[in-house]
């Protein structure tokens, strides 16, 4: 029975209810219980109940009142989602408290600003359904083995100490678009475990001496000293100009690398390949010497600030085997720079100097200076690309 024609039912009996005995009452409530299957009680607060207008009758929303109905939430949401590349909920929260002092598209009340530090990852899921979006790509692998030079690299069997700054994953990523011919950019990807600080140097090809001097200028910008390196078991890794670099020094670097054909053993820097990289630079081939000094100006300035001050992520801290099922537990996201700031192992003056620099920059004109760069690099990039297509024809 619809619910319009119980209340019909209910406003013929409210007239004879208020008006009959204790004896008619008993036997309306009787009548009504039964045919409606009605608590008595419930149905007795229905023809106590002052009637009115069918058609005005609204029922009553249960629960509490909604919190984060305000489409201003859901815009600056959106907002800072877009800007810092679509993370997760988890790591947005985080971001919020970054990013929310420098947001200048509008003037946001107190009572907004207060709802959006306190809103819950759940809740930024809830509210963003809708804007979500999923994209998948495919990189190309560039990694060939070495041969002799490797019974001179151990690999790594988990011997590091991973809560300490310094013990480094690193990887190429080749910009090589369609095809692997030819000479063309690649970037020198560098993650250290413990913090999640992220260094990259583009280099002309895959040469040892260009990966050498790289990786030379990354260490020079580290704000600690590595302790360890490893990285899978590509040529431009595995050679004795590297291990030279990492062994010949009073205090040398331990150097490993990881079991051919397991990605895994680099879970780290994979990640980062993808986030740090592909995300912003894309898959375009870059085959002109010139986009080396524009790439390098870009990850040595605002590349490195972006990502290590304002861009947190979570860290595995445990799994568990639960029956068929492994439950992963992440620690709280967390920026580079707030995990070197609350590391033991970071001399106070390295932090003094990682905080004045921290009170100067701001995430928005960081990312548009970057997206600049970007630009400028992606324009020439399609330049060559026609160029190429109007000598061919």
Not at 309 to 314: G, L
Not at 318 to 346: C, F, N, V
């Amino acid at each position: 029975m619809r619910t319009f024609t119980k209340d019909e039912h209910i406003a013929q009996f409210r007239d004879r209810y208020l008006y009959a005995l204790r004896a008619g009452r008993q036997i309306i409530l009787d009548e009504i219980c039964d045919m409606f299957d009605y608590h008595r009680k419930y149905a007795i607060r229905l023809l106590n109940a002052k009637e009115q207008p069918l058609s005005k009758r609204k029922p009553a929303q249960r629960g509490r009142k909604p919190l984060y109905s305000d489409p201003m939430i859901l815009e600056v949401l959106t907002d800072i989602w877009k800007a810092t590349n679509l993370p997760c909920a988890k790591r947005l929260k985080a971001i919020l408290r970054l990013w929310l002092p420098f947001y200048e598209k509008f003037i946001i009340p107190d009572n907004i600003t207060e709802k959006l530090q306190k809103i819950s990852p759940a809740t930024i899921d809830r509210l963003m359904v809708s804007d979500r979006a999923k994209c998948n790509k495919i990189g190309f692998a560039t990694t060939k083995p070495g041969a002799i030079i490797k019974k001179h690299i151990p690999i790594k069997t988990n011997q590091w100490d991973e809560s300490i700054p310094g013990f480094l994953e690193a990887d190429t990523v080749a910009h090589c678009g369609n095809s692997m011919a030819g000479m063309f950019v690649f970037t020198l990807n560098c993650v250290d475990i413990a913090s999640g600080w992220v260094e990259q140097r583009a280099v002309w090809g895959k040469g040892e001496t260009g990966v050498k001097d790289a990786m030379e200028s990354i260490e020079n910008a580290l704000p600690f000293p590595i302790l360890g390196f490893d990285c899978d078991n590509g040529s431009e890794f595995l050679n004795w100009h590297l291990i030279k670099f990492f062994t010949d020094r009073k205090r040398p670097v331990q150097f490993t690398r990881s079991r051919p054909y397991h990605k895994n053993d680099n879970a780290h820097i994979e990640n980062k390949n993808w986030t740090n990289v592909r995300q912003y630079i894309g898959y375009e081939r870059f085959e002109d010497a010139r986009l080396v000094d524009l790439l390098n100006d870009l990850y040595q300035n605002e590349w490195t600030d972006y990502f290590n001050f304002f861009i947190p992520s979570v860290k595995l801290i445990e799994k568990k085997r639960i029956g068929s099922k492994i439950k992963k537990i992440h620690d709280d996201a967390s920026t580079p720079y707030q995990r070197l700031m609350k590391s033991r192992h970071i001399e106070t003056q390295t932090k003094e100097r990682l905080k004045a620099k921290f009170e100067t920059l701001n995430p928005f004109d960081i990312q548009s200076k970057m997206f600049v760069k970007i630009k400028k690099i992606i324009k020439l990039v399609n330049e060559k690309k026609q160029y190429e297509n109007i000598t061919q024809k």
